[in-house]
């Protein structure tokens, strides 16, 4: 079965961190680039990190640059967000896609819920 599924999301307080995992299954996920989304309530889905299929270096929206950070394991065909000195403007729906645009990405998960709150 193809499927691209998020986890690792919760509660946490301002200033934590958090870790999502984007795991993949029935595909090589390396194969493709990795776009990290996210969908704050009432706003618009975003692109916060965009990770290049080859070589290269992701790319960071201005808002998250420094404090988050996506790697990968290849060996696990999972890629991850690690997202440090959160701030309750990241409360969001997390999504990962094949692509760092959403219109065009073969596959997505279903998102998780990251909420920063005191």
């Known amino acids: 079965q193809v499927q691209l599924e998020e986890s690792g999301g919760g509660w946490v307080q301002p200033g934590g961190s958090l870790k999502l995992s984007c795991g993949a299954s029935g595909f090589i996920l390396d194969y493709y680039q990795v776009g990290w989304f996210r969908q704050a309530p009432g706003k618009e889905r975003e692109l916060i990190a965009c990770?290049?299929?080859?070589?290269?270096?992701?790319s960071y929206k201005d808002s998250v640059k420094g404090r988050f950070t996506v790697s990968k394991d290849t060996a696990k065909n999972t890629v991850y967000l690690q997202m440090s000195n959160l701030e309750p403007e990241d409360t969001a729906l997390y999504y990962c896609?094949?692509?760092?645009?959403?219109?065009?990405?073969?596959?997505w998960g279903r998102g998780a819920q990251v909420i920063v709150s005191s």
């Open positions: 896609a094949t692509d760092c645009l959403w219109s065009v990405a073969l596959y």
């Open positions: 990770m290049p299929s080859i070589e290269g270096d992701t």
